[in-house]
Structure formats: C-alpha cells, structure tokens
C-alpha cells in the first residue's frame, strides 16, 4: 500500500524550542503573468525528538497527528549537515 502521508524536504532555519525545529521549505513556482519562477517559501514546526537538527540542515519532515498547537509534522531524517558560520555580530565589529 502507498505512503499517504506527505513529505517535503528542507532547511532548519530555528532550533531555539526544545523538541522542535522551524523548516523552511521552498518551492518553486511559474508566474504566469511576467513568465518567472518565483521560489514560495513555507514555514513548518516540526517535532525533533532527539534535539538533534541544527540550523543549516537539510531535512526530509513527514505529515503527523497533531502533536501541539501548530506543530504537525516530525522530523524523518537528516539528509546533509548544514555549515552555519559561528561569528557573533560583535565579533565583526570588531574586526
């Protein structure tokens, strides 16, 4: 029998919460009017159990039950490792 749940793949962009991360999922999109692709953007809260996922990852997320308020979708697997530089804005000014 086929997956009914649907998945989508992207980037961490937030793992302040614990047991939860904020995808950033792009998707690109033909605007028929001027011809373009314009990438729409969708934000997901998605459970992290293991508090693993750091911001820059890629990430598969597949459709869940309810786990909280907004939260419906859990993290399946990480796919790469992101590479976020680990400067603070006060560091620069320094420089």
């Not at 909280?68 to 490792?81: L, P, Y």
Request: with cysteine; aromatic share 6%; glycine share 4%.
């Amino acid at each position: 029998m086929p997956e009914k749940r649907k998945t989508r793949f992207g980037r961490i962009i937030n793992n302040r919460m614990d047991k939860t991360v904020v995808v950033a999922v792009e998707t690109p999109r033909h605007y028929t009017l001027y011809q373009k692709t314009i990438n729409r953007v969708v934000k997901y809260k998605a459970h992290d159990e293991k508090n693993e996922c750091q911001p820059g990852d890629m990430v598969r997320i597949v459709e869940t039950r309810p786990l909280s308020r907004h939260k419906r979708w859990r993290v399946a697997e990480i796919i790469t490792r992101g590479k976020v530089a680990e400067i603070q804005p006060k560091e620069i000014a320094d420089s």
